[in-house]
């Protein structure tokens, strides 16, 4: 047969290779995927909650790493199992049937041919009973008479499910980003270097630089990376790229403290035009609502920005234009006419139409400028919150140890 690549960027999920392969004596044909872009820098998880057979046509992109589980059967696809594949919910249940039928018809014969000679035909014909019964519990899902829950777990980040009502919120659909493990990092073929480093080193005098590749043309880039201290504030660390190849420039910015004993939610009530200068600070833990829009963005996506509001409304319209599976070919004529209006409202607010610009970090660890400051700014409200127990799980607090973790000293038997 004959096989056909093609290297296509997805702005969305960086860059993929789509090879087709088709058979003319039988017809068969295959479709896989594969990631060609980097690792990104924090695992993902998707977590769907399936009632609706609308539910079962959402796109799927999950790359040969991800892992697909639906908890109610105790069913997993493991991780390296499968190559990466662009498909739906229901095609990752009909390739999981697939897989299970494959060796049906040997598991039957050799079942039968014991049951004749008496040796280990009942427990052949067992195991082949059982996963006919697993088998037909899978394709009952795909009538979704019972709800159920979809898991896919992709540590490189990679891994994608569709929410049909972007841009607003998918209340069946929860996205969690996470670190990885050292584990994980070892699967995916990551060093880890775990050399601590020298405190006596002072580094908020310098600019260090390291070498990297441009996530846009993979050429060879340099990475700048300072301490500042932001007035009024704390210590960011932030790094900017800059390709001499493609032109192509980026900044990102990372806490440079601890987490605070407390969440903060920011509220700007945007009156004026010159609200767009304001200086804005987005930690990567950090989520932004427009409620005048319905707009909410989760923590995690764009990563962090040190930017002006102007630009980070700039880089949630380039999201939501740039996502092919929102206004690209995949997408329907009545959710592109919705996205349309929601852009041309996104582009009033950095005008003359007023809204609430809500920041909330559970961190702590984001900043909104405040243009009168030291004084009090009577469009900017800042308040404090105690976390929840599953904001403090997502931050990886619960089970954090400040005291008591030394070891103990050995008896002297």
Known sequence: GVTRLLLTRIPFFKEIIVSSFSC??????????????????QGVRYTLAVTSRQDMNREVVKTDCASARIPELDFEVPAFSQKGVLTTIEGIIDRAVAGLEQDQPARRGRGEQG????????????????????????RQLK???????????????????????????????????????????????????????????????????FNTNCP????????????VQIPHFKEVIIMATNCDSCGHRTNEVKSGGAIEPQ???????????????????????????IPELEFELGMGAL???FTTLEGLLKDIRDLVEKNPF???????????????????????????ARARFIMDDPAGNSYLQNVYAPEEDPE???????????????????????????PEPASGR
Do not use: H
């Open 143 to 209: 009538d979704v008479n019972t709800p159920f829950t979809f898991v896919l777990d992709d540590p490189s980040g990679n891994s994608f499910v569709e929410n049909p009502r972007a841009p607003l919120r998918d209340r069946a659909l929860l996205v969690t980003r996470y670190s990885r493990s050292p584990q994980q990092c070892a699967l995916l073929g990551l060093q880890v270097d775990a050399t601590p480093p020298d405190p006596a080193e002072d580094l908020r005098d310098e600019v260090l630089q």
């Open 24 to 41: 003319p004596s039988c017809s068969w044909s295959n479709t896989e995927i594969q990631a060609a872009g980097r690792i990104q820098e």
């Open 263 to 289: 969440g903060t939610r920011i509220t700007l009530r945007i009156t004026d035009p010159s609200d767009m200068t304001r200086d804005v600070l987005k930690s990567e833990t950090c989520s932004l609502q």
């Open 115 to 138: 049951n004749s000679s008496g040796v280990g035909g009942a427990a052949l014909g067992e195991v082949a009973r059982k996963i006919d019964e697993f088998i037909g519990k899978l």
């Open 380 to 406: 900017l409200s800042v308040q404090r919150y105690e976390r929840t127990f599953e904001q403090n799980e997502e931050l990886g607090l619960n089970n954090m140890r400040t005291e008591g973790y030394e």
């Open 326 to 352: 929102t206004l690209g070919d995949s997408s329907s004529p009545s959710r592109t006419g919705k996205l349309q209006e929601f852009l041309g409202k996104l582009q009033a607010v950095k005008g003359k």
């Open 303 to 305: 990563g962090g920005k």
């Open 216 to 227: 846009e043309c993979n050429a060879p880039a340099s990475t700048n990376m300072k301490l």
